[in-house]
């Protein structure tokens, strides 16, 4: 099966936080996931299955904790709550989604209950942060 085929056939996995964050968020068709992807997952390289290959990036901070409070803490610091959001999970099965950054601060929790692995890309400051659970999280910005 195709990854455009098998994308978004998991939804399930996320109706706790659709059902949360109601109209507020969009969920994204494959082309807009792979859009979004360009200008911020496809900049890296990776190390083994799933993690990104930060080396040569300008890694802003980085931490061995997998906590909504440390999601929370990055999209204050790094960028600005108003801005869009994009959540991409560890599995294209499960679509990503569209978002304001202070609705997925307030939903951080939640947001890393899905999956044991996901990146938030701020669109207007460029900057992604991967959360993988057991590894904790990186945050820095994109080249573009």
């Known amino acids: 099966m195709s990854a ?4 978004g056939t998991q939804p399930d996995v996320i109706a706790t936080l659709l059902a949360a964050v109601g109209d507020a968020v969009a969920v994204l068709s494959y082309d807009e996931d792979r859009t979004f992807a360009a200008l911020s997952l496809s900049n890296f390289g990776s190390v083994g299955s ?3 290959d930060w080396s040569g990036a300008e890694v ?3 931490s061995p904790t997998f906590a909504g409070g440390e999601l929370q803490e990055l999209l ?3 960028g600005r709550l108003d801005e869009l959001a994009v959540v991409f999970w560890g599995n294209l099965a499960v679509p990503s ?3 304001e950054a202070g609705l997925v601060a307030a939903h951080a ?6 999956c044991s692995a996901c990146w938030v890309y701020l669109v207007d400051s ?5 959360f993988q659970d057991g590894e904790g999280f990186t945050a820095g910005r994109v080249s573009r």
Not at 4 to 7: F, L, P, Q, V
Not at 109 to 114: F, P, Q, R
Not at 126 to 130: A, D, H, P, S, V
């Open 126 to 130: 460029g900057i992604l942060i991967e």
């Open 109 to 114: 929790d939640a947001i890393l209950e899905c």
């Open 97 to 99: 989604l569209a978002l």
């Open 60 to 62: 802003l901070r980085s």
């Open 76 to 78: 204050r610091e790094l």
């Open 50 to 52: 799933s993690r990104l």
């Open 4 to 7: 455009e085929a098998s994308y």
